[in-house]
C-alpha cells in the first residue's frame, strides 16, 4: 500500500483501525487463553457420573441429579464452565445457558408430548466470548447403548423438567438452578470440580489414568474435543461443532488412540476413547 500510495482499507478516515477490524482482532484474542494442561475424561467417568444420576433419581436427591446431568450435557456439548456453572466473573462476556434456549426436536407431525420422545435437542448460546451470539448446535438422540443413559436428549429432558417444576422468580431460570437443603441454588464451578474429582477417585487412579487433582474447569471441553478427534471427524467439524472460532481447540486434544468415525453423538457415546489420556 505504502509503495503504491494507497490508503489501508483497514484504516477509518482519522486513520485508526476500523471498528469491525478491531472487534475481529478483539475476538481473536479473547477466543481461548492459555490452556492448562488438563486431561480428558474417560468412558469409565461417565459411566459412574450415571450411575451416580440413577442412585439420585431414585432417592429424589435434586442436588445430585442436577450435578450429573450438567456433568454429561456439559461433555456432550463442549461447554465452557461459564455457560453451565456460576463462576467469580461478575460481568462475564460468555453467558450462563438458560432453560429456553433449550429446544427439542420431533420428527413425527404429532408428536407425543414427552421430551424425552424427541428426535433431537438444541441448545441456543446466547453470547459468547469470541463476539458470536445466538448460535444453535444440535444433537440426535443417541442410540448407542455402550452407556445407557448418556444421550443428549434424555438427559436435557430431565433437566428441562426439573427445572420447569419449581416455583421461581425468574420464568427462564438457569441451567444450573436446583433444589439443596430446600431453597433454590445455582451450582457453582468449585462445585462442579469438586464433584469431578470425587467421582474419578470413587472410579480409580489406575483405571481413570491420572490424578483426580488435575480435573480442572477445561476437562469438559478437552474431552469433547479428543472424543471427536478419535471418531475421525474433520478439523473443521471440531471447531465448528466445539464453537472455536480458531485452531485453539488443537490444544485440547490429549489422546493415545486409534482413529474412528461416527456421528457426533455416537462418538461422545461410545467407549472408543478408553485410551484417553494426557
Known amino acids: 500500500f505504502r509503495e503504491n500510495d494507497f490508503k489501508p482499507p483497514f484504516l477509518d478516515r482519522h486513520g485508526k483501525l476500523q471498528y469491525s477490524v478491531e472487534k475481529l482482532l478483539r475476538s481473536y484474542a479473547n477466543e481461548d487463553p492459555g490452556s492448562k494442561c488438563q486431561p480428558a475424561l474417560p468412558p469409565e467417568f461417565f459411566s459412574k457420573v450415571l450411575e451416580n444420576f440413577r442412585s439420585m433419581q431414585s432417592i429424589q436427591c435434586d442436588y445430585g441429579m442436577a450435578l450429573c446431568e450438567l456433568t454429561c450435557i456439559a461433555a456432550l456439548f463442549g461447554m465452557r464452565s461459564v455457560e453451565y456453572t456460576d463462576t467469580n466473573d461478575k460481568k462475564p462476556k460468555t453467558k450462563k445457558i438458560r432453560v429456553d434456549d433449550i429446544k427439542f426436536i420431533f420428527n413425527r407431525v404429532d408428536p407425543p408430548h414427552l421430551h424425552s420422545n424427541a428426535d433431537m435437542v438444541s441448545i441456543n448460546f446466547p453470547n459468547q466470548k469470541n463476539g458470536v451470539r445466538n448460535q444453535r448446535i444440535t444433537r440426535p438422540k443417541s442410540t448407542s447403548s455402550a452407556l ?110 486409534t482413529t474412528q468415525t461416527y456421528n457426533i453423538t455416537e462418538a461422545l457415546t461410545r467407549p472408543q476413547h478408553s485410551q484417553i489420556y494426557l
Not at 470440580?193 to 474447569?217: C, D, L, M, Y
Not at 479428543?226 to 485452531?247: H, M, P, V
Open 148 to 257: 445407557a443413559g448418556y444421550c443428549p436428549v434424555l438427559l436435557l429432558a430431565s433437566l428441562f423438567s426439573r427445572i420447569k417444576s419449581y416455583i421461581y422468580q425468574d420464568p427462564n431460570p438457569p441451567i444450573n438452578l436446583c433444589m439443596k437443603d430446600g431453597f433454590h441454588h445455582k451450582i457453582t464451578y468449585q462445585e462442579m470440580i469438586k464433584f469431578h474429582k470425587r467421582v474419578a477417585a470413587s472410579v480409580g487412579e489406575s483405571i481413570i489414568g491420572f490424578p483426580p487433582s488435575r480435573i480442572g474447569t477445561h476437562s469438559m471441553r478437552v474431552t469433547f474435543a479428543t472424543c471427536l478427534y478419535i471418531a475421525g471427524f474433520s478439523d473443521a467439524i471440531i471447531k465448528s461443532e466445539g464453537r472455536w472460532k480458531s485452531d485453539a481447540f488443537l490444544r485440547y486434544i490429549r489422546l493415545q488412540a
